[in-house]
Nanobody
């Protein structure tokens, strides 16, 4: 099970920190990803951390978002937020098997999802 928290209302240029707590499995052994679904759009990968602790970010958030993992919790520090960052953020896990030390931002390979947390960037 994955449970996200930390969403809320923030003004442009502001920051938020999202958290995702995993239960029922040992999170550091698996690839974990954050996805963003903007209103009326498809869910897209934002960042991920692999079982080998390799990080990857979508181009749209590089330099602004930072993903970290501490035990069975992953966090997404989001800085310099823009209107385009509005939407629901989901945590997901890919259970493998893995053929590479890198993680994936592809929605279809994820095996389990949280219910999401809403981020609203508004003036």
């Amino acid at each position: 099970r994955l449970v996200e928290s930390g969403g809320g209302l923030v003004t442009p240029g502001g920051s938020l920190r999202l958290s995702c707590v995993g239960s029922g499995f040992t999170m550091p052994l698996y690839d974990i990803a954050w996805f963003h679904q903007a209103p009326g759009k498809e869910r897209e990968g934002v960042s991920c951390i692999s079982h080998a602790n390799s990080l990857s970010y979508a181009d749209s958030v590089k330099g602004r978002f930072t993903m970290t993992r501490h035990g069975n919790t992953v966090e997404l520090q989001m800085d310099s937020l823009t209107f385009e960052d509005t939407g629901v953020y989901y945590c997901a896990v890919e259970f493998g098997p893995y053929t590479t030390h890198l993680c994936s931002l592809v929605r279809s390979v994820m095996n389990a999802w949280g219910e999401g947390t809403l981020v609203n960037v508004s003036a």
